[in-house]
């Protein structure tokens, strides 16, 4: 009967210990988790529903973040979400975002006709990695210096957030200076550059013509990376890059289309031989739009060109009626004087 009593008493102080430990060492299991932009009950918490914003990229809000805080968190679920969410709509949804600035950006997006860069990132593509300076605050106003780091070059922009409660929110997002980086070659002398193809495997919504995806090329130094890149693009994609989804309308049979390539103040001025019976399918609005985004998205990669205007044997309007978007001011009204030598 004594071993009994032992036994129990042994088991009862067995259960208190754990139960001790559990909460002095591993804290509570009863609580509010945020999960989904939601507050969830975890296990049976004694305390109400928490009352501060649950945000809905995962990240608690509360009135003790700072400018630098919000910037961080913002940026570092921008630029790791799964798809596209400036185009998918997604930035709508996030809680860091005043309602002016959705809607601005919206505006923006909204007057882009071809192409265009993401206003948010001040840049066409993610960034590799960002850093975030330290807040300049006035008042209810703050501003926090962002640098976007590319492979060959770095992005700068200026974030302005306004103090809405007790919580700051982007309001704003100001483009600043690109400055590329020297080329770094290998021990053989080259270097990389990325070229852009569509690939459906990737981007099955067919609606979004102009979204391509950048591959890889092997430049050799001291060669003009912009002649270089076009004729590398106008070769199509490689069997490789073919079985990887990649699609184009280049191929072996464009790879000679090209005269030449000449950049003025940021701008590319790209001359084509007669490629109307090549690729005829091109003339679409849909075709003309992966045409377009191609030749751009490749251009554009060093961050060195703003604008492309393109032509046919010199005469960008023979061009710009081919792919039936005709004279306009983004293609300066066909000037042709930038092609003649």
């Known amino acids: ?11 009862l102080l067995l259960v208190s210990s754990a139960g001790i430990a559990r909460f002095t060492l591993g804290g509570s299991e009863d609580t509010w988790l945020c999960k989904d932009g939601q507050w969830v009950r975890h296990g049976n918490p004694t305390a109400p529903k928490p009352t501060q914003n649950c945000g ?17 968190s ?21 809680d860091y975002l005043t309602e002016a600035f959705r809607e601005k950006v919206d505006s923006l997006l909204a007057s882009f006709t071809q192409g265009g860069y993401d206003p948010i990132l001040c840049a066409q593509d993610i960034p590799q990695s960002f850093t975030v300076a330290y ?6 106003i703050a501003t926090v210096a962002v640098t976007e780091v590319y492979s060959t070059s770095e992005n ?7 103090k809405d409660g007790n919580q700051w929110l982007i309001d704003d997002v100001t483009c ?9 070659t290998d021990t053989q002398g080259y270097s990389k550059t990325v070229i852009y193809f569509s690939n459906p495997r990737r981007n099955p919504n067919s609606a979004e013509c102009g979204v391509v995806y950048g591959v890889e090329r092997t430049i050799p130094v001291n060669t003009n990376i912009f002649e270089f890149s076009l004729q590398q693009l106008f070769r199509g994609p490689t069997e490789s890059e073919k079985s990887q989804g990649f699609s184009s309308f280049f191929s072996q049979k464009t790879k000679d289309i090209l005269l030449g390539v000449d950049v003025k103040d940021r701008v590319a001025y790209v001359n084509l031989k ?7 399918n091109v003339s679409s609005s849909c075709g003309s739009a992966q045409f377009l985004a191609e030749v751009e998205e490749t251009l554009k990669h060093n961050k060195t060109v703003d604008k492309i205007i393109m032509a046919i044997n010199g005469d960008p309007e023979l061009f710009y009626e081919w792919i039936q978007i005709g004279c306009t001011p983004e293609n300066n009204n066909c000037d042709d004087s930038p092609f003649k030598k």
């Open 176 to 184: 600043g200076e690109t400055k590329v980086k020297e080329l770094v």
């Open 74 to 94: 913002f940026y570092s679920w921008y630029t790791s979400y799964e798809g596209k969410p400036l185009s998918s709509g997604a930035y709508k949804t996030s």
């Open 135 to 140: 807040p300049e605050i006035s008042g209810s």
């Open 156 to 162: 700068s922009l200026l974030v302005t957030l306004e």
């Open 274 to 280: 007669d490629i109307r019976t090549l690729i005829p």
């Open 56 to 72: 809905k990229d995962g990240i608690v809000k509360t009135s003790t973040a700072t400018p630098k805080d919000v910037v961080e």
């Open 1 to 11: 009967m004594k071993k009994i009593i032992y036994f129990s008493l042994a088991l």
